[in-house]
């Protein structure tokens, strides 16, 4: 049970990004920063990456695989939120450079996690 546990955080974290980009109506106002959406899904998808990566390495996961494999999950997610947004849930609108930006944050989480789990190793 406890190899379960460890995923949590990721699983918590997938719920409040499912949840924010699928409200139809959102209160929280970002900055007028061009650019700052797009740092927003990085950020989201950095953090989910990173705690699923975590997750993975705290259960002495393969590394290259759990890579790959993380990336590869927190990009489908994001796009699929993306289609969601799209087809159903309007005014909210899927669009390529989020899903491009979801999979930026993915990669960088994953890769934080990495270099994090290995400077603990040493």
């Known amino acids: 049970m406890r190899r379960y546990t460890a995923y949590l955080p990721a699983l918590l974290t997938a719920a409040v990004i499912l949840y924010l ?3 139809r109506e959102t209160h929280i106002s970002l900055p007028r920063i061009s650019g700052i959406d797009l740092a927003a899904h990085a950020g989201m998808y950095a953090l989910l990456a ?3 990566m975590g997750a993975r390495l705290k259960n002495n996961g393969s590394v290259r695989s759990g890579a790959i494999w993380v990336i590869l999950l927190c990009s489908a997610y994001g796009g699929i939120i993306e289609i ?3 087809a159903f849930f309007f005014p909210r609108t899927g669009t390529m450079p989020d899903f491009a930006a979801d999979t930026i944050g993915a990669i960088a989480g994953t890769f934080t996690a990495f ?3 290995k400077r603990r190793k040493q």
């Open 115 to 117: 270099f994090i789990w």
């Open 50 to 52: 990173l705690l699923w």
């Open 84 to 86: 969601l947004q799209e």
């Open 21 to 23: 980009s699928l409200i």
